[in-house]
């Protein structure tokens, strides 16, 4: 059964940082693009980062390029987001899913097999 599971979410102050991390079984993550996208509350759902099948390649929204960083441990077959510099405005529900390809406009039409999100909260 193909599935990616979230985790690593939680409170924290504006100017920390936190490590995401999107898990997957059923698959190997290195045959897929992964992306990570954010809903927050309100909002449409909206592209984050995402990175290549060889993870030679990755793209990053405007919004949190420079302060966040998207990397696959193989081995443990996971991706990663690395989150530093968080603002407010980064609170939202972060999911990740898989796609053949990353598309520069995080065309949500091309990802499946979406996890269940995990919650991110930047607050004082």
């Known amino acids: 059964q193909v599935q990616l599971v979230e985790s690593g979410g939680g409170l924290v102050q504006p100017g920390g940082s936190l490590r995401l991390s999107c898990a997957a079984s059923g698959f190997t993550t290195d045959f897929y693009a992964i992306g990570w996208f954010r809903q927050a509350p309100g909002k449409e759902r909206e592209g984050v980062s995402c990175?290549?099948?060889?993870?030679?390649?990755?793209f990053y929204a405007d919004s949190v390029q420079g302060r966040f960083t998207i990397s696959r441990d193989s081995a443990k077959n996971t991706v990663y987001l690395q989150m530093a510099r968080l603002r407010p405005d980064d609170t939202a529900v972060y999911y990740c899913?898989?796609?053949?390809?990353?598309?520069?406009?995080?065309?949500?039409?091309?990802?499946?097999?979406w996890g269940q999100g995990t919650q991110v909260t930047v607050s004082s």
């Open positions: 899913a898989r796609a053949p390809t990353c598309w520069r406009n995080f065309d949500q039409r091309t990802y499946e097999s």
């Open positions: 990175i290549s099948r060889n993870g030679g390649t990755t």
